[in-house]
């Protein structure tokens, strides 16, 4: 992972850790610089990145401030990496359907941008938070760049699993969004009629070079389908 998103993703962290909430101050670069063993510019590369998110504002001659990060039972979608990190002090419990490899029909070939003949891997889960059905998903990974998945993995943080163990971070990512029937498969998991009528979140994520690793096809319990984009004005 290149450096400043590192120190990016370690001061989401530290914000996290010391349970810091809106307006509460950060250290000041030339602290954090020393605190974190980076030069001063690795922090503010990295302050640029969790400002675009809407983690923290800058106020000049002031500081440096926490936002919103967290809203409880609300999904931050500046940060699609996943539930895990996205509903911080939630406990999530996956339940794996399957992990199987496939080749990719042509909504597959699509969304991934790639060859028919490609090995992908296929993971399909629901997740609870608090023993009630919270959301259910279906992930597509290329097996060229995820090159190995299995159901203890699934059953955790896939992106944490990535990064610590295949060094992979996406880059950028696409999300679309659609309010839909959910269908027979879809209503079955997550306990509805079929004509119930959910939202569908589906997910293209790149790596730096513009390839595309993994397509996700997320349906959310109508119980919870709530949302915020933190945003800034330039």
Request: hydrophobic share 40%.
């Amino acid at each position: 992972m290149v450096k400043y998103k590192k120190i990016a993703q370690e001061i989401t962290n530290y914000i996290v850790d010391n349970q810091m909430k809106r307006h509460d101050k950060l250290p000041v670069i030339d602290e954090m610089a020393i605190d974190f063993n980076v030069s001063k510019s690795t922090i503010i590369k990295a302050l640029d990145i969790l400002e675009a998110k809407g983690q923290i504002y800058q106020v000049q001659g002031s500081g440096i401030f926490v936002r919103d990060v967290h809203i409880p039972g609300k999904i931050n979608l500046n940060r699609p990496e996943g539930l895990s990190r996205t509903l911080f002090g939630a406990t999530i419990v996956s339940r794996v359907v399957k992990v199987e490899i496939i080749k990719p029909d042509a909504t597959i070939q699509e969304y991934l941008e790639c060859d028919p003949d490609e090995d992908i891997y296929m993971v399909e889960r629901t997740r609870y938070i608090k023993g009630e059905i919270h959301s259910y998903e279906k992930s597509y990974f290329r097996k060229k760049y995820v090159r190995y998945m299995n159901e203890q993995i699934a059953r955790g943080s896939i992106f944490t699993y990535l990064e610590d163990n295949l060094d992979l971070t996406p880059s950028f990512s696409n999300a679309f969004f659609q309010v839909k029937q959910m269908g027979v498969e879809v209503a079955s998991y997550l306990e509805c009629s079929p004509e119930t009528y959910g939202l569908e979140l589906i997910n293209q994520f790149f790596l730096s070079n513009g390839a595309i690793f993994d397509y996700s096809v997320l349906w959310y319990s109508p119980d919870h389908a709530q949302f915020f984009v933190p945003s800034n004005f330039y």
